[in-house]
């Protein structure tokens, strides 16, 4: 048993300012960092800095890097946290992903991305490679994991496809960011669903009726909370897998999380921590995947895991970076 991550390792190169440029604009810029990122490594940090040491389960990263000096630097990090790397691939002629990450120091934080797949295109895997990823051909097909997927690697849902053929008791966790649309069948290739308040909205308008999203969107204008708490019941009871946890979770920033389940049937909330200065939220939904999974795989029930990661998640923005400002099982707990 244990979580796999397969997705992206990027290059973070972040510059600090009051504001971002407007076209033909240049500005000065109030400092520069550079950082390990990707959503799949921000993802499999957090389930590694998360995890608690007296739980007996690997962390595994699966994805690709370059040749490169930045790919060595996201490597070595990932091995110095106790990751497994066997599957991260070094690809020859290809750089390593890159971010470029603008944050408004004075409006709370907030970020802007510009991604460069470099070596992540490279993150596409067959049959044999899946087999082998996933324990070869003597492996039971009912070991008990999680694998988490994003949308910074090409076709992931071609790889969800091939886990529920050949490895049916594994939980597919889905992030699906940077978003984009995918069928009906697809999603219900998901078992834990993990999405923010502009992810929801957008899967409504590409899934359902466009009077639908209208109606969605009303609601939301009238009760944020209400129209958000109808989008999750909905998407828990007719988007995602019926066959595993059916769990979807709804982040909604400074106006806390909602969840639904199979097993907690309804809608439940947890607030956002409160008096707290946002520094950069760049890795905020990242951290707060990686402590939800990490405590669901351990056993705890949703809403504690949805507090847990709350709580990590308010930690993490408080400090700049991506993978480095994720904190430690022991800073939460």
């Known amino acids: 048993m244990g979580i796999t991550v397969i997705g992206s390792l990027n290059y973070d190169i972040v510059t600090f300012t009051d504001r ?10 109030n400092f520069f960092e550079t950082h390990a ?22 962390i595994k990263m699966v994805g690709s890097v370059g040749d490169d000096a930045f790919g060595k630097q996201l490597v070595n990090l990932l091995k110095e946290n106790q990751i497994d790397v066997s599957d991260v691939q070094v690809v020859a002629n290809k750089s390593t992903g890159v971010a470029t990450i603008i944050v408004e120091q004075k409006n709370g934080g907030q970020n802007r991305i510009i991604l460069t797949e470099g070596a992540n295109g ?30 910074e690697i090409p076709h ?6 091939w886990i529920k053929k050949y490895r049916p008791d594994s939980q597919i ?31 409504v308008e590409a899934v359902y009726d466009p009077k639908i999203f209208s109606e969605y969107k009303s609601k939301i204008g009238r009760d944020f909370l209400d ?40 809608v439940g909330y947890t607030s956002s921590v409160s008096g707290i200065k946002v520094v950069d939220t760049t890795a905020a939904g990242d951290t707060f995947l990686g402590a939800l999974i990490t ?3 351990q056993g705890v029930t949703l809403g504690r895991a949805i507090e847990f990661a709350t709580k ?22």
Not at 137 to 151: H, L
Request: charged share 15%.
């Open 122 to 151: 490279s993150s596409v895997y067959s049959d044999q490679e899946l087999s082998q990823i996933f324990g070869g051909e003597g492996a039971s097909p009912n070991r008990k994991q999680y694998v988490v997927f994003q949308n």
């Open 20 to 29: 971002v440029p407007q076209a033909g604009e240049t500005l000065k810029g």
């Open 295 to 297: 405590q669901l795989h």
């Open 227 to 266: 129209g958000y708490k109808e989008i999750c019941r909905d998407f828990q009871l007719h988007l995602v897998n019926q066959t595993n946890d059916a769990v979807v979770v709804i982040t909604l920033g400074e106006n806390g999380a909602l969840y639904s389940s199979k097993q907690n049937p309804g």
């Open 312 to 333: 990590a998640s308010s930690i993490g923005i408080q400090r700049s970076g991506a993978a480095e400002s994720i904190p430690s099982f022991k800073e939460v707990a």
């Open 173 to 203: 966790v889905y992030n699906p960011s940077p978003f984009y649309p995918i069928t009906k069948e697809q999603w219900s290739l998901v078992d834990i669903l993990v999405i923010n308040e502009v992810e929801a909205l957008q899967i």
């Open 156 to 161: 992931p849902c071609s790889i969800m496809t």
């Open 37 to 58: 990122g990707g959503k799949g490594l921000n993802q499999t940090i957090a389930l590694a800095k998360l995890k608690n040491n007296e739980s007996p389960y690997s």
